[in-house]
């Protein structure tokens, strides 16, 4: 499904909104964002919470509940040696999400960092993660009624490795749940474990 989906928004690049372009021709295009309330895993009782005076709520423009994701499509020209790069930002607090990033162009490198954590080219990132009860690093996150997290930006970039231009450039990001489907998808080998207690901490591979 995940497949025929982005095979469909591939196909239909031109006609939907475009969230970000650059000059050489490459753009980015959300197929698929949903950005929940309650953030449910700092919400007493969770997602199920009955009392709103009670919830942690997301006023960012940020993934921050567990089950929030982003589904992304770049695609266009890209000149000799030039990269493109999209941004998003992340709260980070005990719940990791799975990044990833991938294309089958073999004359372009797709690859994905989080800020002065960790980067990979045609793979995945899973988290960063902090240790709930023992990190000292969370900020409170403005008007989230009593959250707490850390704010990560997460870049995508696209480089063409030729000494031509690319025409009909295209790759796929996203940021969703970990789950065994997705790792499937968007990690190409085993996870590795970086980082140390009590935080950041991520999985990756690619």
């Not at 497949?3 to 475009?18: E, F, I, K, N, S």
């Not at 589904?71 to 000799?80: D, K, R, S, V, W």
């Not at 992340?90 to 490198?109: F, Y």
Request: glycine residues 12%.
């Amino acid at each position: 499904m995940r497949r025929t989906l982005a095979g469909l928004a591939l196909a239909l690049l031109v006609a939907m909104p475009v969230a970000a372009a650059r000059p050489n021709g490459m753009t980015a295009t959300v197929w698929w964002s949903d950005y929940q309330n309650p953030v449910e895993q700092q919400t007493p009782g969770g997602a199920l919470q009955p009392d709103r005076s009670l919830w942690v709520v997301n006023s960012t423009p940020c993934i921050w509940d567990a089950d929030d994701e982003i589904n992304l499509i770049f695609g266009g020209t890209l000149l000799a040696g030039a990269s493109y790069t999209y941004t998003t930002c992340l709260i980070a607090d005990w719940t990791g999400h799975l990044i990833g990033v991938r294309s089958g162009n073999p004359n372009i490198a797709a690859s994905v960092a989080v800020d002065g954590v960790v980067s990979v080219t045609q793979g995945c990132i899973v988290g960063p993660e902090y240790e709930r009860d023992a990190y000292a690093g969370f900020v409170a996150i403005e008007g989230s009624n009593g959250g707490v997290g850390v704010r990560h930006t997460v870049a995508w970039t696209i480089t063409n490795l030729t000494g031509r231009r690319l025409h009909r450039v295209s790759a796929e990001g996203a940021i969703e749940l970990h789950t065994g489907a997705a790792a499937a998808y968007w990690c190409p080998a085993s996870l590795v474990r970086g980082g140390s207690y009590p935080g950041p901490t991520w999985y990756w591979s690619g």
